[in-house]
């Protein structure tokens, strides 16, 4: 990455913000933004958000939710988070609630402080305190976006359109 990433915080803050990101990569430099579907079509969103889209200016948008990208590194993940690997599902992009599934999950991480952290203590079901924290740090340090794109049809589109973009601009 070129320069640091914005965390706009969800894709109700981001989506006022794109003709702003639209207009830095017409003047400036390539612009990415990644954000959720959260269950809706990505066509009709991406149709919706960027009528006027530009080259430069790449919106992808991960099925249901961003964590369906963080899971297709089954691999990555499970040695990560010491989780089974067969308790990964083979198409997270099918998943109807991935955040939910990274819970289930960690609840059985053989490392206690992922447990302690990730999964809010007051309620299973809810993020802890530590889970951008965990999972950032997996991210950033272990996910292997080519091994993840193998099991996201939507991450591989989207790794293919980066692909073509810094072949295009280098």
Request: some cysteine; hydrophobic content about 40%.
């Amino acid at each position: 990455m070129a320069q640091p990433s914005i965390d706009t915080k969800g894709v109700t803050k981001l989506q006022p913000s794109l003709p702003r990101y639209v207009g830095l990569a017409r003047s400036l430099h390539p612009v990415l933004c990644i954000a959720d579907t959260d269950g809706q079509c990505a066509v009709e969103l991406r149709a919706k958000w960027l009528p006027q889209a530009h080259e430069r200016f790449v919106l992808r948008l991960a099925i249901t939710e961003a964590e369906s990208w963080v899971l297709a590194d089954r691999q990555g993940f499970a040695q990560a988070l010491e989780v089974p690997l067969n308790k990964l599902p083979q198409c997270p992009d099918e998943e109807s609630d991935p955040k939910r599934l990274i819970l289930t999950l960690v609840k059985k991480s053989k490392i206690r402080q992922f447990r302690d952290e990730v999964v809010s203590s007051a309620d299973p079901s809810k993020p802890g305190s530590g889970y951008n924290l965990h999972l950032g740090a997996f991210v950033r340090g272990q996910w292997d976006a080519k091994r993840a794109a193998q099991h996201s049809p939507s991450l591989a589109r989207a790794v293919k359109h980066l692909e073509r973009l810094g072949a295009e601009h280098v």
